[in-house]
T-cell receptor, first 114, second 114 residues
Framework: DTAVSQTPKYLVTQMGNDKSIKCEQNLGHDTMYWYKQDSKKFLKIMFSYNNKELIINETVPNRFSPKSPDKAHLNLHINSLELGDSAVYFC?????????????FGQGTRLTVV | AQSVTQLGSHVSVSEGALVLLRCNYSSSVPPYLFWYVQYPNQGLQLLLKYTSAATLVKGINGFEAEFKKSETSFHLTKPSAHMSDAAEYFCAVRPTGGGNKLTFGTGTQLKVEL
């Protein structure tokens, strides 16, 4: 019973393709996030949703579009993939309105664009 | 914006030696602080967190951290390193004034040698 699960774990695709990564959490949390981890292990927040509403939208190319059909799911769709999009993408969740609580992370999706 | 700085992108210790990983925050108001560990090809796991209840915080796997307001620091320590501690360690910050954004430091890779 994984708390935050992402699919797929690995994704290899060609430049120009469109791909999606799915995330689901069964913790009952209100807030979900997408983080990007680059080859130097640097973690940068991309988006955050609270109860299906977008609350954080960092400087991310508009080729990246998050979608939250309900508060337990947050998907990430990427259009026209580029080589620089290669990274590990992490989904996370945390209770909403409680900044003293930690975020729980999924296992990551390693995206390789060739 | 609040941030954390991790001094030393790579730290190497001998098995049985003290582990000290440094984290300094930049904020006029003490924020909430977290230490996460990432093992190879895995997601992030919470080690411990500071939420203003106690300045000395004990976490999992024998790790602890002390919040020092005068030094704006939250360094992670472990008295005796074990080979299994080899991993990437991240310090993270979240503002106490509200908001869900969890911002990570650049990470420190810990190597444990025999």
């Amino acid at each position: 019973d994984t708390a935050v699960s992402q699919t797929p774990k690995y994704l290899v695709t060609q430049m120009g393709n469109d791909k999606s990564i799915k995330c689901e959490q069964n913790l009952g949390h209100d807030t979900m996030y997408w983080y990007k981890q680059d080859s130097k292990k640097f973690l940068k927040i991309m988006f955050s949703y609270n109860n299906k509403e977008l609350i954080i939208n960092e400087t991310v190319p508009n080729r990246f579009s998050p979608k939250s059909p309900d508060k337990a799911h947050l998907n990430l769709h990427i259009n026209s993939l580029e080589l620089g999009d290669s990274a590990v993408y992490f989904c996370a969740s945390s209770p909403g309105g409680r900044p003293n609580t930690e975020a729980f992370f999924g296992q990551g999706t390693r995206l390789t664009v060739v | 914006a609040q941030s954390v700085t991790q001094l030393g992108s790579h730290v190497s210790v001998s098995e049985g030696a003290l582990v000290l990983l440094r984290c300094n925050y930049s904020s006029s108001v003490p924020p909430y602080l977290f230490w996460y560990v990432q093992y190879p090809n895995q997601g992030l796991q919470l080690l411990l967190k500071y939420t203003s209840a106690a300045t000395l915080v004990k976490g999992i796997n024998g790790f602890e951290a002390e919040f020092k307001k005068s030094e704006t620091s939250f360094h992670l320590t472990k008295p005796s390193a074990h080979m299994s501690d080899a991993a990437e360690y991240f310090c993270a910050v979240r503002p106490t004034g509200g908001g869900n954004k969890l911002t990570f430091g650049t990470g420190t890779q810990l190597k444990v040698e025999l």
